[in-house]
């Protein structure tokens, strides 16, 4: 299958500092990209959709201004994290299809923990 | 709003033994997908269903769809220890590979 590379695999900040996350989908081109939540012990939870070239969507309840997407190519997307609190402590996972069409599955990154102290 | 919802939340069960996971969604979608997650790992692909009455087996695992019922069953024969982890079923209920998922079953295999 297509693989969808994230970087870092794991992030320790200090409460008030921001944390860029990367995803890049290694194998081929992706319009668009998903970025999800997962608390422990909890399900995945999609926090936005992310476009290439143009603005994200966010979920219900996400805040744009705090978790900033930005998909300047067709295979990278950066969640960045801005004055991070450590409610914000999670497992995030970004996910990648070819194509973006009916008939394509989603293939995931191998998510990034982020812990803030 | 889609909601999917997976029982049991855990499972606990004797190596040998057979049992089935459910996963029931609210909206309709005729694509459902089933994956595995190791504590501390991102998400295992396990099955893609396309279409009702989909069927779909790999080793000791197999999945169904049952569309007009709006459920899919992953059901388990003959588990081994290896099995143990946290399995999801998500539905795509129309935009391409966004994804809802289900609460999660929490699957321990005892010796």
């Known amino acids: 299958g297509a693989v969808v590379s994230q970087h870092p695999s794991w992030v320790i900040c200090k409460s008030g500092t921001s944390v860029k996350i990367e995803c890049r989908s290694l194998d081929f081109q992706a319009t668009t990209m998903f970025w999800y939540r997962q608390f422990p012990k909890q399900s995945l939870m999609l926090m936005a959709t992310s476009n290439e070239g143009s603005k994200a969507t966010y979920e219900q309840g996400v805040e744009k201004d705090k978790f900033l997407i930005n998909h300047a190519s067709l295979t990278l997307s950066t969640l960045t994290v801005t004055s991070a609190h450590p409610e914000d402590s999670s497992f995030y996972i970004c996910?990648?299809?070819?194509?973006?069409?009916?008939?394509?599955?989603?293939?995931f990154g191998q998510g990034t923990r982020l812990t803030v102290v | 709003e889609l909601k999917v919802e997976q029982n049991p939340l855990f499972l606990s069960m004797q190596e040998g033994k057979n049992y089935t996971i459910y996963c029931n969604y609210s909206t309709t979608s005729d694509r459902l997908y089933w994956y595995r997650q190791d504590p501390g790992k991102s998400l295992e692909s396990l099955f893609v269903l396309l279409s009702n009455g989909a069927v779909k087996q790999e080793g000791r695992l197999m999945a169904s769809l049952d569309t007009k019922a709006r459920l899919s069953t992953l059901h388990i024969t003959a588990a081994v220890h290896d099995l143990s982890a946290t399995y999801f079923c998500a539905v795509e209920p129309g935009t391409a590979s966004k994804l809802t998922f289900g609460t999660g079953t929490r699957l321990q295999v005892t010796l």
């Open positions: 996910s990648a299809s070819p194509g973006g069409g009916w008939n394509t599955e989603a293939f």
